[in-house]
């Protein structure tokens, strides 16, 4: 089945974007939730760590991590939209996502506060690998479950490695299984009791090495969320099983250069082999082609140009003729950066078998409000035959 961009944001519940940094996700999450509202739909963007410029646009100047409503008469200036579309965004803070789900899992609140005030947890809580990849699929299952949108769309954070973010719940699962973070939970006799002498050794030696102040912050840490795994486990399920469901679709971002065609490449195969398909491609920041001229006849005929306009006498003539040539030779680096480009891009096409394909061109400023997000909507959604 071919899917289509406008299937996704009409139909869709979850729209994630997912893609290599720097290629244009927070964008496109934007763009996205932008053409929900304008069909109708009331849409919610979770962007992550968004440009300053595009955040004050979306009103994210601070932090926020409930969504608000764009007032209408942004997104909307000329009134043509659905009375039933609505926009909100929101900005994930990894932090906060993470103290709420401590406070909504602990038995009690004596147990969340000495979790929250554990400097272990305060230091780990924003920056262990995979917290904000977590937290991001933890605030689309609030949103999901609590705020009643029909469209949400989900930017995720500019990994290196693209899986980390698809990997995230199980990695948490992964971390409450660990062998040593068991011994750790249990009872200090119980845990005297069982535990190895390797880990005693162990916990000894990385002692010397951080100080022991921190070993007891991370023992306490551990030991305070006694209880808590279960429903941290479940809750990671309950996120795995979103991800997988059939409302929920994902669109890959890239660009046409090369390093970014292939993590795009890889990405697209992972999630195949997680058996997840990539229901959209969207290639930004696209180089434009100007007919299908050959660049080394462009270059053939730049020199020419070139040839006559220094033997022409005229100097108005000289000077027209080797701007000309000029402007050929310009044409003929266009020709071939989009060829390469092309080429570039031809593996990761076919990888993803029936998805929407969107090309948007490198558009000569940065997108950083609504006009510019309306601008990319238009071009992605309304191809060149189609606008004539
Ligand atoms: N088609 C385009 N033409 C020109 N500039 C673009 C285009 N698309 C996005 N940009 C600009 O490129 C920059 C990067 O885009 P964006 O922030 O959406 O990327 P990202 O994938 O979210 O990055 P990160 O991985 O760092 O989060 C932004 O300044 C954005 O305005
Ligand atoms: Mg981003």
Redo the contacts with the bound molecule.
Sequence with gaps: MTHSLHDLVEHGHIVICC????????????VLALEGARRGRDAVVVT????KR?ANALGLAELSNTAHEIDRALWDPEGGAPSNGRLAALMLDTKSTFDTLVTRYAESPQQAERILANRFYRNISGALSGTQEYMAMEKLHELHEDGGYELIVV?T??TRHALDFLDAPQRLLRLLDNHIFRLLMMPTRAYLRVASVAVQMFLRTVSKVVGTEVVEDVVAFFRAFEGMEQGFRERAERVMKLLADSGTRFVL?TTPRRDAVEEAEFFAQRLAETSIDVDALIV???HPRFGDENPDGLRRRAAELAASAGAAADPAVKDAGSRLAALYDNLADFQEISEREATHLTGVQGRVGGAAIAH?????????DFE?LRE?GR?LFEPAEVRG
């Design positions: 893609g290599t940094g720097g290629v244009g996700k927070t964008t496109t999450a934007a992550i760590d968004p440009a595009l930017d954070p500019p971002v930004n920041r696209v948007v061109p490198f558009l000569a400023t940065d997108v950083h510019g990319v071009l």
